[in-house]
């Protein structure tokens, strides 16, 4: 029952933290947090049943989560796109030439 109710707390924690952070590096983290709390919580009786749910459940919401970033920041998974060929802008109207 201790594991039970310490891995509990932790997934109360993690989903708290989803809902207040504001940096999207944070939000990601703590949502994977409570991915693997609530893995071990589905996991706790360690039956073969119990064992097949974690496993599914963690490949299911490991899925979400990389579609969820590939939707919000498409350059993650395909490349970053090539920028003009021009050159940067001289500081301050000052040419870069001596």
């Known amino acids: ?10 997934f109360t924690f ?7 952070t504001k940096q999207p590096g944070h939000h990601v ?5 409570a991915t693997l709390t609530t893995v ?5 009786y360690r039956t ?9 459940y963690f490949i299911l919401c490991g899925v979400g989560i990389a579609q969820a970033l590939a ?4 350059g993650v998974f395909r490349g ?9 802008a001289p500081c301050c109207g000052r040419s870069s030439t001596p």
């Open 40 to 44: 071990l919580l589905v996991a706790l």
């Open 48 to 56: 073969h049943a119990s064992l097949e749910a974690a496993w599914k």
């Open 80 to 88: 970053r796109e090539k920028s003009s060929a021009r050159a940067p």
């Open 71 to 74: 939707r919000h920041h498409p």
């Open 14 to 20: 993690t989903m708290l933290l989803v809902l207040t």
């Open 29 to 33: 983290g703590a949502m994977e947090a």
């Open 1 to 10: 029952m201790r594991l039970f109710h310490s891995m509990y707390q932790m």
